[in-house]
């Protein structure tokens, strides 16, 4: 049982060590490349083209962009799909209404997703020369859009009905996922104590 507890202790330890240094490091706008390519879309869990139609500002939280989907790609999405997105850092998304964008994203909620800084939403340059994106890409607004549309094809928008469960399936993030866990073990431990003790 010591060495149980020790492990356990040990195992607290590191994931302690390791949030505090995540929340030390600062944070670079600099993000690995990637190329366009099914693989990459694999880390998506929802890909499509749509309008923003508003923008809501950070006020200690993310900010939101209302976007018309105007074709989905991949995932389920409505023809009204809320983005949250950081807005504050360095790193910050700025969304303007009217403006096209691609958004390779995450679930947060049943019809909203969560902006990652490093994914590849792209904003769409009526001016090519002024479209940085496609440095870093390596491909153009164009290119990207072919693409989607020939290797993902096109998909269904979902019903505009609000159901009741929306807003319930609330992924959770890393902090609640490590409590979760550390819950869970403590729950474990508690069980194999009680066990022990008393049905030997």
């Known amino acids: 049982m010591r060495r149980f507890v020790f492990y356990f202790s040990l195992l ?3 994931i302690q060590t390791s949030l505090q240094l995540k929340a030390e490091t600062p944070k670079a ?3 690995p490349l990637s190329n366009l390519s099914l693989k990459t879309c694999e880390a998506y869990e929802i890909i499509f083209k749509g309008l923003v139609l508003e923008v809501k500002a950070c006020g200690h939280k993310p900010g939101e962009a209302l976007f018309e989907v105007q074709e989905l790609y991949k995932g389920n ?4 799909f809320k983005v949250l997105f950081d807005c504050e850092s360095d790193c910050a998304y700025l969304f303007k209404p009217g403006e096209e964008w691609i958004i390779y994203s995450r679930y947060r909620q049943v019809n909203i997703a969560q902006m990652d800084w490093c994914s590849r939403s792209r904003r769409f340059f009526r001016n090519d020369r002024e479209d940085y994106y496609a ?4 491909n153009s607004y164009e290119e990207e859009y072919a693409f989607l549309r020939k290797e993902l094809g096109l998909h269904r928008l979902l019903a505009n009905d609000q159901g009741a469960s929306q807003g319930r399936n609330l992924v959770p993030d890393t902090n609640q996922s490590v409590i979760i866990l550390l819950v869970s073990i403590a ?3 508690l069980f194999y104590y009680l066990f022990k003790r008393f049905l030997k």
Request: some cysteine.
């Open 12 to 14: 607290l330890f590191c």
């Open 29 to 31: 706008c600099e993000c």
């Open 77 to 80: 999405a409505r023809k009204q």
């Open 135 to 138: 440095a870093t890409y390596g």
């Open 187 to 189: 729950g474990l431990l």
